[in-house]
């Protein structure tokens, strides 16, 4: 998201621009969670995280390739974000089916340490590439 805000800013010049461009994937997520949640329980929770996780790596190839204009890198995000919080969902329930009692906890655990800890890794990455 940072980085979108980042583009819009470079080629509009506008801060209402860029702060839209950062918002633009968290509050699809938001009203993604209010209105398509019921398709958590109805999808097959494997074949659905493995489609997602590969159509949204063709969003990150598509929009890391520059190819679409501002207003399609806008139109990409926010659609990725309303399915994304099915996603989150769907991954937190199969969870839960899989790992059952005190491995629940530590399963969680471990899930939310190696999320915060590849979040850290990759703004360290980030940080360290740019000039």
Same mark, same amino acid.
């Given at each position: 998201?940072? $980085?979108?805000?980042?583009?819009?800013?470079? /080629?509009?010049?506008?801060?209402?621009?860029?702060?839209?461009?950062?918002? /633009?994937?968290?509050?699809?997520?938001?009203?993604?969670?209010?209105?398509?949640?019921?398709?958590?329980?109805? &999808?097959?929770?494997?074949?659905?995280? $493995?489609?997602?996780?590969?159509?949204? /790596?063709?969003?990150?190839?598509?929009?890391?390739?520059?190819?679409?204009?501002?207003?399609?890198?806008? #139109?990409? &995000?926010?659609?990725?974000?309303?399915?994304?919080?099915?996603?989150?969902? #769907?991954?937190?329930?199969?969870? $839960?089916?899989?790992? #059952?009692?005190?491995?629940?906890?530590? +399963?969680?655990?471990?899930?939310?340490?190696?999320? +915060?800890?590849?979040?850290?890794?990759?703004?360290?990455?980030?940080?360290?590439?740019?000039?």
């Amino acid at each position: 998201m940072l $980085a979108l805000s980042a583009l819009l800013y470079t /080629a509009t010049g506008s801060a209402l621009l860029a702060g839209l461009g950062f918002v /633009a994937g968290y509050l699809p997520q938001a009203l993604g969670a209010m209105t398509l949640l019921s398709l958590a329980d109805r &999808v097959p929770s494997r074949a659905f995280l $493995a489609g997602w996780d590969s159509i949204r /790596a063709v969003v990150t190839v598509t929009l890391a390739s520059g190819i679409l204009p501002l207003w399609g890198m806008l #139109t990409l &995000v926010i659609a990725a974000g309303a399915v994304d919080a099915v996603a989150a969902a #769907t991954r937190s329930a199969l969870l $839960a089916d899989v790992l #059952t009692g005190d491995r629940f906890i530590l +399963g969680r655990s471990v899930f939310n340490l190696s999320s +915060g800890g590849m979040q850290i890794f990759g703004f360290a990455v980030g940080g360290r590439s740019s000039p």
